[in-house]
């Protein structure tokens, strides 16, 4: 039987894009939690994870409407995978910490392995889905106490903003050998620092992938106007016998970007 060879590669970034986040400020007291898991089986596996952070320069009580210069941000991250009737090997790192970050670093990261191979008799099979998801919203405020750059405040003001992306990636299959990482940031010290998110998937196996990025910008002028509605979506999948698939996505949002 002659097999199907399916070489797929595409890298996506949207660091051009001239939305402006300014990050939320971190709370007095900060939190950090981290995970380390590992586990080889023959039979059945699980992991699900989720998470949902939200965090505002004001009170979430309040919320809805925004108060006049708050600033607002949630971020969620979920993974599901079960695996059954083969052989798993599973390594997964995550950390989450809600304190200041500077433009190199993350608030949240996840870095996970895994290798599926089903027993020929048992039809054995691996679902795994992950999903990172950004949604960020201000109503405007002054650019005064927020900007160290003496050349980046312009205006004197920040407008409101609505931002919400998302990134992520599935497989379904028999077979597969799978590396994803996933980082966001939205807390920081001062606007300086940009709001981003990074997602990669890399994988080879038997069966049906996919990966995706979907996002809905829009940026305002002074304290009413909107300057700026951009809607993007691309999904990438593949099925078979796929020898490589890979895809890498950034974002980037704010005053200043690198």
């Not at 990050?23 to 939190?31: F, G, K, L, Q, S």
Request: proline letters at 2%; hydrophobic letters at 35%; charged letters at 15%.
């Amino acid at each position: 039987m002659k097999k199907a060879v399916l070489f797929l590669f595409l890298c996506i970034s949207l660091v051009g894009i001239t939305s402006a986040d300014d990050p939320v400020n971190a709370t007095y007291e900060t939190m950090g939690i981290t995970t380390s898991t590992s586990v080889v089986v023959y039979g059945t596996f699980s992991e699900v994870d989720t998470i949902v952070w939200q965090q505002s320069s004001g009170g979430l009580a309040d919320n809805p409407p925004l108060g006049s210069s708050e600033r607002m941000a949630t971020m969620s991250y979920s993974e599901t995978t079960l695996a059954n009737n083969g052989y798993v090997e599973y390594n997964k790192g995550m950390n989450l910490d809600t304190g200041q970050k500077a433009a190199n670093q993350g608030n949240f990261r996840s870095v996970r392995q895994m290798d599926f191979e089903s027993f020929e008799d048992a039809f054995g099979s691996v679902i795994s889905e992950e999903s990172l998801l950004l949604d960020t919203v201000s109503t405007g405020s002054s650019s005064a106490d927020r900007v160290l750059c003496p050349w980046s405040s312009g205006t004197g003001t920040i407008p409101a903003y609505c931002n919400i992306i998302e990134m992520g990636s599935s497989f379904s299959g028999t077979s597969v050998s799978l590396t994803t990482t996933a980082m966001e940031r939205h807390i920081s010290l001062s606007a300086d620092v940009p709001a981003g998110m990074e997602y990669t998937v890399d994988l080879s196996g038997r069966g049906a992938a996919s990966a995706w990025i979907r996002a809905h910008l829009q940026e305002g002028r002074g304290e009413t106007d909107k300057g700026m509605d951009l809607v993007y979506s691309e999904k990438t999948a593949a099925s078979g016998v796929i020898a490589s698939f890979s895809k890498a996505m950034s974002y980037q949002s704010g005053i200043r970007r690198f």
